[in-house]
C-alpha cells in the first residue's frame, strides 16, 4: 500500500463547477498535511496546510479525518487557472514529507 | 527576489559523466533537501540537511553526493551518470522551528542523461 494514495484523474470539469479531491494516508503517527499545486514543468507550490478543524482559504476549503486517515480539498467556483496537478503532502513523523502522486485538473471553459 | 534558486535549469550530458546541481535559499532557513521527481510525477526525498548537518539519506546510490557548505546552499554532485538518472531534481528548504515543515521548492534542475 502507498504511504499517500491519491486518485490521479484527471477531473474535467467546466469553469464554475465544484470540484473535490480526496487523499488517504496509511501512517497513523502522521503529524501534518498540506495540499501542494503543481503546474506543469514548474515546482510544487504549497497551496494550503491542512487542519483537523478544517481551514478555509477563499474558494478552497480542506479538511482531516484523523481517525479515518483521509484528507479532503474541495474548490469551488473553479477557474481556468485552477488547472493543474493537486498534491496531497504528509509530514511522516520521521520528519519526511511523503508526497501522493497527483490528481490532475482540467478546467474547461 | 526571496526564494529557492537552482542552477542550471537543463542539463543534458552523456552516460558515464560527473555532473553537479546547485541551490541556494535566502529564506533565512536551516533545513534543505533534494527530491527526485520521475517521468511517472512522483516527488521522493534523496537527502536532507539541517545547519550543514545530513539528517535524511534515503536509499539513494551512493553515485549521488550531496554537500552543504553553509545552510543557505546544497550542491548534488552525480557521479558516472546512468540513463535512469534521467528526472527533475528539485530542491527545497524548510525552516525547523515552525514544527509543521512547510517546505518551499525551486524551480527544477531538468536532467537528461544519453
Known amino acids: 500500500r502507498k504511504e499517500v494514495e491519491q486518485d490521479p484523474g484527471p477531473f474535467n470539469v467546466p469553469e464554475g463547477a465544484t470540484v473535490a479531491f480526496n487523499c488517504t494516508y496509511s501512517n497513523s503517527a502522521s503529524q501534518s498535511f498540506f495540499w501542494y499545486r503543481q503546474d506543469c514543468r514548474k515546482e510544487p507550490k504549497l497551496l494550503m496546510s491542512v487542519y483537523s478543524s478544517g481551514n478555509e482559504d477563499g474558494r478552497f476549503t480542506a479538511q482531516l479525518n484523523r481517525a479515518s486517515q483521509y484528507i479532503s480539498l474541495l474548490i469551488r467556483d473553479s477557474k481556468l487557472s485552477d488547472s493543474a496537478t493537486y498534491l496531497c503532502?504528509?509530514?511522516?513523523?520521521?520528519?519526511?514529507?511523503?508526497f501522493g502522486q497527483g490528481t490532475t485538473l482540467q478546467v474547461k471553459p | 527576489d526571496t526564494a529557492v534558486s537552482q542552477t542550471p535549469k537543463y542539463l543534458v550530458t552523456q552516460m558515464g559523466n560527473d555532473k553537479s546541481i546547485k541551490c541556494e535559499q535566502n529564506?533565512?532557513?536551516?533545513?534543505m533537501y533534494w527530491y527526485k521527481q520521475d517521468s511517472k510525477k512522483f516527488l521522493k526525498i534523496m537527502f536532507s540537511?539541517?545547519?550543514?548537518?545530513?539528517?535524511i539519506n534515503e536509499t539513494v546510490p551512493n553515485r549521488f553526493s550531496p554537500k552543504s557548505p553553509d545552510k543557505a546552499h546544497l550542491n548534488l554532485h552525480i557521479n558516472s551518470l546512468e540513463l535512469g538518472d534521467s528526472a527533475v531534481y528539485f530542491c527545497a528548504s524548510s525552516h525547523s522551528g515552525t514544527g509543521n515543515n512547510e517546505q518551499y521548492f525551486g524551480p527544477g534542475t531538468r536532467l537528461t542523461v544519453t
Open positions: 529564506l533565512g532557513h536551516d533545513t
Open positions: 503532502v504528509v509530514n511522516a513523523n520521521t520528519g519526511k514529507l511523503i
Open positions: 540537511y539541517n545547519n550543514k548537518e545530513l539528517i
